[in-house]
């Protein structure tokens, strides 16, 4: 039995969540009593995350969904509710492009993050919406990132498209206000994942990528850390929530640093694959 029942009788979707955050975000919502509803584009990582809840004695079912295509997660949304109810949504499955310039990205590169981060995030709203407001509540959780306030250079497609997510989110929550549908932003902050320690530059630039681990050393937290505060958000009317505030950035980056994060040891391995793309840098 879960140790915590603040949200017992609820089912809650994660997608994204063979691994990473998304995984941690569905051991936090099951710990806390939800049924939770694991997806990501591999069968046997769903599965594995599936089996490894369930040992944690948490009810998980789960299922391939790729966010790109609209039937793939209407099918889980179908999943979800086959347990009974849909109560939380959390659009977390995520990618990022290749390192490097804009005029110099690879076209298929910048379709594949748009394709997930922006048609993912509206599939997901969009299969789980409609039964929020049917039933007058539900909370949904688009997953913020580094660019959602201003531009970062060399990163455009991620970032502009964790822009685009903020706005999306923010104006669903103008479309569903009075209705006690709840929409939630989630940034994490820097967290010690796959997408962090598994990085593809463009070939002339991933010099530059050395400074990561230790920005990462500074502010990272590990997915379990970042994970908790999803509780918070599903419980509550918060709008948002963001890991780095400028107090944080101090008090965090000071507690790793005294950690001893920053030594060479301690780092998050850093993985760089280097593509040629077709211009000079
Ligand atoms: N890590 C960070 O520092 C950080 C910071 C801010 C925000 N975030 C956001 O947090 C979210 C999770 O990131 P993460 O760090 O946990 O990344 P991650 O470790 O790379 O995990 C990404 C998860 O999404 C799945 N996925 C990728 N593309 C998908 C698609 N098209 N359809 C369905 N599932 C897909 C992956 O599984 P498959 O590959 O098997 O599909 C995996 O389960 C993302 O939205 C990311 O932008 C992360």
Not at 31 to 60: C, F, K, P, T, W
Not at 202 to 219: F, N, P
Request: with cysteine; glycine share 12%; charged share 20%.
């Amino acid at each position: 039995m879960p140790p915590h029942t603040v949200l017992q009788g609820r089912v809650a979707v994660v997608t994204g969540s063979s691994r990473g955050l998304g995984l941690a975000m569905a051991r936090v919502l099951g710990l806390h009593g939800a049924v939770v509803v694991l997806a990501s584009r591999s069968d046997d990582g769903v599965a594995a995350a599936v089996g490894r809840l369930r040992l944690e004695g948490i009810a998980a079912d789960g299922r391939r969904c790729d966010t790109g295509d609209p039937a793939d997660v209407d099918a889980l949304r179908d999943m979800a509710l086959s347990r009974g109810t849909l109560d939380i949504w959390v659009n977390n499955a995520g990618t990022s492009g290749v390192y490097g310039p804009t005029a110099s990205t690879p076209v298929d590169d910048f379709t594949r993050v748009v394709r997930t981060n922006i048609l993912g995030t509206f599939h997901g709203a969009r299969a789980a919406l409609p039964v929020f407001l049917e039933q007058g509540h539900g909370d949904l959780v688009n997953l913020y990132g580094q660019g959602d306030r201003g531009p970062v250079a060399m990163q455009n497609a991620y970032a502009s498209s964790k822009r685009w997510v903020r706005q999306f989110t923010e104006t669903l929550r103008l479309e569903t206000k009075g209705t006690g549908v709840r929409v939630h932003g989630m940034n994490p902050g820097l967290v010690e994942t796959a997408l962090l320690g598994k990085v593809t530059s463009q070939a002339g630039y991933e010099h530059r990528l050395g400074a990561l681990q230790v920005v990462v050393g500074l502010w990272g937290q590990s997915a379990d850390q970042a994970a908790q505060p999803i509780l918070d958000l599903v419980t509550s009317d918060k709008a948002e929530y963001r890991f780095l505030t400028r107090r944080r950035l101090v008090t965090h980056g000071l507690h790793n640093i005294l950690a001893g994060r920053l030594r060479r040891t301690n780092r998050m391995p850093l993985e760089v694959t280097v593509v040629d793309t077709d211009r000079e840098p």
